[in-house]
């Protein structure tokens, strides 16, 4: 009978032993407690307390944690607004007074959880509150650091801190979001029908300009070449005054009369007529008395060419 006594004794003094030994996992602290009091903190590895008086009331996991949010808001002109957001938090650090908060702040996880979404749907519900509809959508960055600005000092007094908060998805009623693609649709149209209209413009714009430097440049050339052509012609003139100016004095040297000269100017003027003519008529005054006449006014012009100061 001792002897059973004895094993018993053993065993239960091998329990308690074996149960002085406490293992914490990697990246979780744990809170002892004394008869519900709190003692101390358990960091990871193999730990020992003390059996049957020190109790591990609460593992903590410091590492990062992630959760869903759906909820609704609604703007300053009325618009629900339905926002998907993913919230990431983690223990603020593994200091023993953040672990106390951490473990005594909030009866249990599910409590801190549910205080931890309605602060942050409160907050974007407040600032969304005094803006538009309009707007909402380009506030997703300024919406999360107003969130943060507004709840990180709680969540320190809690021991925790918000890593970051995402907005996943915002949408409007079905009625707004069609009149939200409406009005992009005809924003598009009219940026298109802008972007045409300036195309054209520089199309007629371009042409025209090419039309006027088409015209200077066929002006320009016209009047140089009326330029050259009088110039061909004041050349002409001036080289048959001379011959015929030439012919005269040589005549007169010789005693011989002038007005050969007036006749064979008519009939090489009259060969010139048929030879290059092209088949035009041309009427000539071929009497006695229209020779005459005409050689009367030839001589006249001859006299004016020698004598151009009378």
Do not use: H, M, S, W
């Given at each position: 009978m001792p002897n059973y006594i004895n094993y018993i004794w053993m065993g239960l003094g091998a329990i308690v032993l074996l149960s002085s030994f406490v293992t914490v996992n990697q990246g979780t602290i744990a809170v002892i407690t004394i008869f519900g009091k709190y003692r101390r903190i358990l960091t990871p590895g193999l730990n020992f307390k003390v059996p049957l008086i020190e109790k591990i009331y609460k593992r903590i996991s410091i590492q990062n944690r992630s959760v869903e949010l759906e909820f609704q808001a609604i703007t300053i002109d009325q618009a629900n607004v339905y926002f998907k957001a993913m919230l990431l938090y983690s223990v603020l650090d593994q200091q023993e007074k953040t672990?106390?908060?951490v473990a005594f702040k909030f009866v249990d996880e599910r409590n801190f959880m549910q205080a931890l979404i309605r602060t942050i749907e409160g907050s974007?519900?407040?600032f969304v509150a005094i803006k538009k509809q309009s707007e909402v959508l380009g506030l997703r960055k300024d919406i999360t650091e107003h969130v943060k600005d507004q709840i990180d000092q709680g969540l320190e007094q809690w021991g925790y801190h918000l890593q970051d908060l995402q907005l996943n998805d915002i949408t409007f009623d079905e009625a707004i979001m069609k009149s939200m693609s409406q009005v992009v649709a005809s924003?598009?149209?009219?940026?298109?029908?802008?972007?045409?209209?300036?195309?054209?413009?520089?199309?007629?714009?371009?042409?025209?300009?090419?039309d006027g430097n088409a015209t200077k440049i066929a002006a320009t050339a016209e009047k140089e070449?009326?330029?050259?052509?009088?110039?061909?012609?004041?050349?002409?003139r001036q080289e048959v005054a001379k011959g015929m100016s030439e012919a005269a004095k040589e005549m007169e040297q010789a005693n011989m009369d002038t007005s050969v000269i007036l006749f064979s100017m008519w009939t090489e003027a009259i060969k010139n007529f048929a030879e290059y003519g092209k088949g035009n008529i041309i009427f000539l005054d071929g009497s006695a008395d229209g020779m005459q006449q005409t050689m009367k006014q030839m001589m006249g012009m001859n006299q004016l060419m020698q004598n151009?100061?009378?």
């Open positions: 672990i106390q908060n974007i519900r407040g924003n598009n149209l009219k940026a298109a029908a802008e972007n045409e209209g300036q195309a054209l413009l520089i199309t007629k714009t371009k042409a025209a300009e090419a070449a009326a330029q050259l052509r009088g110039q061909g012609v004041a050349l002409f151009p100061k009378k």
